[in-house]
């Protein structure tokens, strides 16, 4: 079993910066791979970046592309998303998960265990 805290969300304007946090208990962090999704509201929660054991391979959603970078520090369990020149179209709830299944790492049912989830909104 595995527990994600996210943490880093807020309010920002266009352009702005944020870093999201997600803290994950348990001894066999460094075994999953991880991923950052979003949900806005009305619409499905959709991929935004993975990052593999040992980071070495990381993949991202076409919207972002060169703004987020998704890494991981496997000594403190956490894995983080800068995020950068956000816009208003980044607004949502956004989760961390840990990848347990064999589809593909933009595929929502190859992730077993989600956070809470942490709300960023973009002001234009």
């Known amino acids: 079993q595995v527990q994600l805290v996210e943490s880093g969300g807020g309010l920002v304007q266009a352009g702005g910066s944020l870093r999201l946090s997600c803290a994950a208990s348990?001894?066999?962090?460094?075994?999953?791979?991880m991923a950052w999704f979003r949900q806005a509201p009305g619409k499905e929660r959709e991929f935004v970046a993975a990052?593999?054991?040992?980071?070495?391979?990381?993949f991202y959603t076409d919207s972002v592309e060169g703004r987020f970078t998704i890494s991981r520090d496997n000594a403190n369990n956490t894995v983080y998303l800068q995020m950068n020149s956000l816009k208003p179209e980044d607004t949502a709830v956004y989760y961390c998960a840990v990848k347990s299944g064999g589809a593909s790492y933009a595929s929502i049912n190859a992730y077993a265990y989600w956070g809470q989830g942490t709300q960023v909104t973009v002001s234009s």
């Open positions: 348990g001894r066999t962090f460094s075994t999953y791979a």
């Open positions: 990052i593999s054991l040992s980071s070495r391979n990381t």
